[in-house]
């Protein structure tokens, strides 16, 4: 696992040890970041379900203004500062040991542009991720994108929410990558 493009560009990411975390495959990362292109330059990442933070370092490898990581793994905690550390992008980010659902019912100041989501596979992590946003659309900026990384089995085809919707999604082998955009008042 490496990041792929911008300042950190072939830095080698450490892994958390064990089966505790699904890591992205640098082929899944790619694709995601070039569909989302120049859109997360100078934007700000909120990275639940953090592991590795191959995610949010690549975004902000590739211009990302700032980046907030979860995990309540202690090792995954660990390693997304020691891989922040190697990428020389740790001044722009902000570690945290803790759970990530009770992070989305607290009360915060900004925004997200992008808030990743890619947590514990066949768990339904995703979806009770999604109904607390759901709840508190105004975490996501209004034109911000929320990502969502899981197995295809696990989608909800004809699950809907009130303050978002799907705009695109796309699968890469046994990994589904489900984009949602808020739903805004006209």
């Known amino acids: 696992m490496r990041v792929i493009s911008g300042d950190a560009k072939g830095i080698r990411l450490a892994s958390v ?28 990442i909120l990275d639940l379900f953090g592991g590795t933070g191959a ?12 980046a907030v990581f979860l995990d309540t793994n202690y090792r995954a905690y660990k ?8 990428t ?17 019912r607290e009360e915060h100041e900004n925004p997200y542009d992008f ?19 759901d709840e508190r659309p105004n975490l996501l900026d209004p ?3 929320i990502i969502v ?18 705009v695109d999604q796309r699968i890469y082998g046994d990994t589904m990558l489900v984009f949602y955009k808020r739903l805004l008042e006209q």
């Open 17 to 44: 040890p064990g089966k505790s975390t699904r890591p992205i495959t640098d082929q899944v990362k790619e694709a995601l970041f070039n569909i989302l292109g120049e859109t997360i330059v100078e934007k700000t």
């Open 55 to 66: 995610v949010g370092i690549e975004a902000l490898s590739r211009g990302a203004d700032s």
């Open 79 to 86: 390693i997304i500062q020691q891989n922040l550390k190697a």
């Open 88 to 104: 020389a992008l740790d001044p722009y980010a902000n570690v945290l040991k803790k759970d990530a659902f009770v992070y989305l």
């Open 115 to 133: 808030i990743y989501i890619a947590p514990p596979q066949y768990e339904s992590l995703w979806l009770k991720s999604m109904v607390l946003l």
């Open 143 to 145: 034109e911000g994108q």
């Open 149 to 166: 990384q899981i197995h295809p089995k696990e989608y909800i085809e004809d699950h809907t929410f009130i303050n978002f919707h799907v």
